[in-house]
């Protein structure tokens, strides 16, 4: 295993040599060139840009002028990879790398004025068929990846600070994005938006419960019950989770699927209750017998491999050993990281592909989503894997 923290070492001096700062499959929307037009106002134009950029397998970005940017849940993912890093090794590097990440966090957060609290959104402006999101504009897995790095980070550093803008984000969730819609409780994605999506509602769930047991806040941790027992309540007989309520999310994905399990796990242990053992125990068994082939690939939905993606292996890092945790599990999950080396790794590049399909490999280096996300799974793997030897010792 001492090649994989050689790895996880490359890839981290590779995404220092850009500042954390890359591309995005998202970030089209921030050309100048298209800034620079009227087309910018055309919602229809917005939706066929970002898609160009999102689908094409080359990378148009330089081409249309897109910059590389930070993007606050990668920097987030960043942090907490650090902080692996940190424990492992007690290399002072790393924690002090994480600090100057996390104040820059800080200067990133959504206008104080408008908001009230603190909370965070994308660095580019995101057009989906239903609605429009300006760069800035808060929404609820961005604050909450955001929040757990800063709580870890002042943890680590003995600085209040930190953890205190980290709580704050949770009234932020409470008092902007609860909604109650449909005959539903939960959290939303974004301020104002009526669409119920578990895996953003759970996380959400899950911060406002962790911070209201740390501020002795009953409403707010009663309240993150109530919203975790509407996912919980429409969970299949089987253990799946569908993405959301919309006609359009009815799928069953691996990572969102991952999302849900170690959000109700963080949830159900911040606030040390058993109701959620039976639905975790039910999604867990359907996660581990739906999405993993034979040899070890981390499937992206319930019935197709296809596409091949890091954000699936990353998430099921953290769910085969946080939710399960066995050593059947941690065989598994070393299967499925060996099968990503395989399938996924560029070594020339230091880097990770976005996805591959059955006939098609995208090589677009995305800082956010492919590379942040190997290298917080990793460090916590390399981490994990280095405890357990030390208690075998």
Not at 25 to 39: E, I, K, V, W
Not at 72 to 98: C, H, M, N, W
Not at 166 to 176: C, E, G, K, M, P
Not at 319 to 345: F, H, N, W
Request: aromatic fraction near 14%.
């Amino acid at each position: 295993m001492n090649t994989l923290t050689n790895l996880n070492s490359q890839l981290l001096d590779a995404i220092r040599g850009e500042q954390f700062a890359g591309y995005d499959p998202f970030d089209s929307l921030n050309s100048t060139l298209l800034q620079a037009t009227p087309l910018k106002h055309n919602e229809w134009v917005r939706l066929a840009w970002l898609q160009l950029g999102k689908r094409s397998p080359i990378n148009l970005r330089p081409l249309l002028l897109v910059p590389k940017k930070r993007n606050p849940k990668g920097v987030g993912l960043f942090i907490l990879g650090l902080l692996e890093d940190y424990r492992r090794t007690g290399e002072q590097q790393y924690l002090s790398e994480a600090k100057e990440l996390g104040d820059w966090l800080l200067t990133q957060q959504s206008p104080r004025e408008q908001w009230q609290h603190s909370c965070w959104g994308y660095h580019f402006d995101w057009q989906a068929r239903a609605f429009y999101v300006p760069a800035g504009k808060p929404n609820i897995i961005t604050t909450c990846y955001v929040a757990r790095a800063l709580y870890a980070l002042g943890e680590a550093l003995g600085e209040q600070g930190f953890m205190d803008v980290a709580l704050d984000a949770a009234r932020f969730i409470v008092n902007t994005l609860y909604t109650e819609a449909d005959g539903r409780r939960f959290y939303g994605y974004i301020p104002g938006e009526t669409a119920f999506v578990h895996n953003a509602s759970l996380w959400g769930a899950a911060w406002v419960g962790f911070a209201g047991a740390r501020l002795n806040d009953a409403a707010m941790y009663q309240q993150a019950l109530d919203v975790a027992r509407q996912s919980v309540s429409e969970q299949g007989e089987d253990g799946s989770w569908v993405y959301g309520a919309r006609h359009h999310h009815q799928f069953i994905d691996g990572f969102h699927t991952g999302y849900n399990l170690e959000a109700l796990c963080l949830l159900r242990d911040a606030l040390s209750v058993t109701e959620f053992d039976a639905a975790i125990d039910r999604g867990y068994r359907y996660y581990l017998d739906h999405f993993f082939t034979e040899d070890g690939t981390a499937k992206y939905y319930n019935n197709n491999v296809y596409p091949i993606d890091m954000h699936s292996v990353a998430q099921a890092v953290f769910t085969l050993l946080k939710v399960g945790g066995s050593e059947t599990d941690e065989a598994l999950c070393e299967k499925v990281i060996t099968r990503a080396l395989e399938q996924l790794y560029l070594p020339a590049k230091t880097q990770f592909v976005y996805q591959k399909s059955r006939w098609l490999t995208n090589r677009i280096n995305y800082t956010r989503w492919t590379q942040a996300w190997a290298y917080f799974a990793l460090a916590f793997y390399n981490r994990h894997r280095a405890e357990k030897q030390n208690e075998k010792n």
